[in-house]
């Protein structure tokens, strides 16, 4: 072949990867424009008012507010972007957890495809953008379950454990809290397979072994104290096990691979099973990592009861996916021509029929959206000043958002409770309690809404299924012979969903009670505004409505 014949193939060569290049980064920069821009939901609006935490012994310690918990890393995080324009602090935040697993992964493969193919991956399981851009711990947590897998495939089983080894590892726990489960057991398999490889574990590698499992110990001690209000106070979402623990695993992770990326995924991994022993080693720390959890999740061990807890899967698949492209591009004498292409002709349909949903993603205003509160914020600041009520998480969503849109603070906001965490007192979650008549409970509740825990001590009507108490307290704060508005955030007057039914049908049975007549006037995702009329013989007047602080407690 001539030198000008070489030439021109490589720029033609340059070209195509420039080209491709453009299209996956075009792509992937729309989609992330959708989710970065994208309204917080409550349980970022929950978690966003604990920042920043107070000194570094706040890092480790159970959020102040709403019964919130985080890894102490994300802590930091969440300290640094909260002053921020909500897109532009999800962008940091992506940028940490994209970018982040984008250097990993060339650093674990040294190729150019290795970074594009990371932010092509979410084009293809949007849930890995999702997670990355959320104001919860879950993205970053992604990253730690990546640096696990790049480590594992990248280890060599005759070489003997080194201080960087333990380094890394280390490095990636602190990313989240599955990530201590990930960690320890890429770290055994390791030592197995090192074991099986060389006959022997040296005593400098069990001093290391030891560091690591003093670390662990020491990061358990500060995540249990740190989860334990949170925990506690879910008892619906934290417990569990057996047959329906697992189902809900299995849906879960449907719900982050979904069902046209669960199968490309797995054609993936099939591929690795042909290339050498990295390839191989991949695979196997997914298999025992999916299994692993899915004991602790039959055991009540591992909440799975969102896909959010399964979020970390996409770290582990990202490198499934690029092992195989490594397998079928870097290994080509391992496989038969015309096998090769087959199992890139596969591969490739599978990828292309992830492509449907992605494009809907794209023209889908709403994409990645759980509640539209950006709406009723700007509907709140083209309002003159009003009483309002405020109803499931409208008040977090008020805290948060009064920074950005200084204007809604102009309005007197009434049925406020109290936010601070505290764990709710095991006996109101027992048995003898809930079994008690609902009008002696809710007199309980409600008798302590305004006071530490006030917040908190609600789960009961979530555990009870009737949330009439907490609608009761608002309309007693409400003022009489006037209109005023409800506004409610998490709650939605058609979504026939039954937590979310529960939710609404509490407030319009107890407006049904109080005899009061109600007009909706805005009607959002997730999201709604009333207005409102009671008769004056109903209940007293509130003296006074005293307008939300944003981090009034």
Not at 285 to 308: D, E, K, N, Q
Request: hydrophobic letters at 50%.
């Amino acid at each position: 072949m001539s030198s000008a014949t070489s030439d021109r193939r490589s720029a033609a060569v340059f070209a195509a990867r420039i080209i491709l290049a453009l299209i996956v980064g075009g792509t992937f920069a729309l989609l992330a424009w959708r989710f970065v821009h994208r309204p917080l939901w409550i349980d970022e609006t929950m978690a966003m008012i604990n920042y920043p935490v107070t000194g570094f012994v706040g890092l480790f310690a159970p959020l102040p507010y709403y019964s919130q918990a985080a890894p102490p890393l994300f802590n930091l995080i969440g300290s640094a972007i909260v002053a921020m324009p909500p897109a532009i602090a999800r962008s940091m935040l992506a940028l940490l957890v994209i970018g982040g697993l984008a250097a990993v992964a060339w650093l674990a493969f040294r190729r150019w495809w290795a970074p594009l193919l990371v932010i092509g991956y979410p084009i293809a399981i949007p849930s890995l953008l999702i997670y990355a851009t959320e104001f919860k711990y879950y993205g970053v947590e992604t990253l730690g379950a990546g640096i696990v897998a790049a480590w594992f495939m990248a280890r060599r089983s005759r070489e003997p454990l080194r201080f960087r080894d333990i380094a890394i590892l280390i490095a990636a726990m602190l990313c989240g809290i599955s990530t201590m489960v990930l960690a320890a057991l890429a770290l055994a398999i390791a030592a197995l397979l090192s074991w099986h490889r060389r006959g022997r574990i040296g005593a400098g590698e069990l001093a290391l072994g030891l560091l690591f499992g003093f670390a662990m110990i020491a990061y358990y001690a500060a995540i249990r104290f740190g989860t334990s209000i949170q925990i506690n106070n879910y008892p619906d979402s934290y417990g569990g096990g057996g047959l329906a623990s697992a189902r809900r695993f299995v849906q879960a992770v449907d719900g982050i691979l979904t069902s046209r990326g669960a199968p490309m995924i797995l054609v993936a991994g099939a591929i690795g099973l042909g290339g050498g022993g990295p390839s191989r080693r991949v695979l196997l720390l997914s298999a025992c990592a999916v299994t692993v959890f899915l004991i602790l999740a039959m055991a009540g061990l591992y909440p799975a009861s969102s896909p959010r807890h399964l979020a970390w899967l996409n770290g582990i698949a990202l490198f499934v996916v690029l092992n195989a492209v490594s397998t079928l591009v870097a290994q080509k004498s391992l496989w038969p021509t015309s096998l090769r292409f087959a199992a890139i002709g596969v591969l490739s349909l599978l990828v292309l029929s992830t492509l449907p949903p992605a494009l809907r993603q794209l023209r889908n205003p709403h994409a990645g959206m759980r509640e539209a509160n950006d709406e009723l914020v700007a509907w709140l600041s083209a309002q003159p000043a009003s009483a309002i009520g405020m109803w499931q998480g409208t008040q977090s969503v008020v805290q948060y958002y009064r920074p950005f849109a200084p204007a809604i603070g102009k309005h007197h906001y009434f049925g406020k409770v109290d936010q601070r965490s505290v764990a709710v007192p095991k006996a109101l979650l027992g048995k003898q309690f809930l079994s008690q008549p609902y009008d002696r409970i809710v007199a309980r509740i409600e008798a302590g809404r305004r006071e530490k825990g006030g917040n908190a001590n609600r789960v009961v009507y979530r555990l009870l299924g009737d949330y009439r108490g907490a609608a009761r307290s608002l309309l007693s704060e409400a003022p009489r012979a006037q209109p005023f508005l409800i506004v409610a955030s998490h709650a939605d007057l058609k979504d026939q969903e039954i937590r979310n039914r529960l939710r609404r049908d509490g407030l319009l049975k107890a407006l049904a009670e109080a005899h009061c007549t109600y007009q909706p006037v805005l009607t959002v995702r997730a999201g709604f505004v009333l207005r409102v009329a009671c008769p004056a013989e109903a209940g007293q007047a509130t003296a006074q409505h005293q307008p939300l602080q944003s981090s009034s407690v």
